[in-house]
């Protein structure tokens, strides 16, 4: 995938920055098909954007909208996986801190056998 990147880069380069970025959504929106997968990606951008912005808030994670930014920037498939990695590191630090696990923080304990009712039969 790089290196079809760069060759599109280097036969549009005269065209400059803008020129490339232009040449590119003009070429990349000349078909049904190409429409459809830019309108999936589209799609899928903004529920990852809408999950990283909860995330981030529950987790205090800063700078998130720089992950949605980086999105189209760089790839989905790279700030996505940055985010949850950024995201990991904070509930694993947040573990540390509180010897609580941040995913199941509000939830009950696990039951123990003492906590468990028993059944009386009365024959």
């Not at 970025?21 to 049904?32: E, K, P, Q, S």
């Not at 990283?52 to 790279?78: F, K, T």
Request: hydrophobic share 50%; glycine share 8%.
């Amino acid at each position: 995938m790089g290196a079809m990147a760069v060759t599109f880069v280097i036969q549009n380069i005269d065209d400059g920055p803008l020129g490339v970025v232009v040449n590119f959504l003009r070429d990349a929106l000349t078909n049904l098909a190409a429409r459809f997968v830019y309108g999936d990606l589209v799609l899928i951008w903004a529920a990852l954007g809408v999950f990283m912005i909860v995330e981030g808030r529950r987790y205090r994670i800063r700078h998130v909208w720089a992950y949605i930014v980086g999105a189209p920037a760089l790839a989905l498939a790279v700030s996505f996986p940055l985010f949850m990695y950024v995201r990991q590191l904070r509930i694993a630090a947040e573990r540390e801190q509180t010897g609580q696990d941040p995913e199941r923080a509000g939830t009950a304990p696990p039951s123990t056998d003492e906590d468990t009712p028993r059944r009386v039969s009365v024959d």
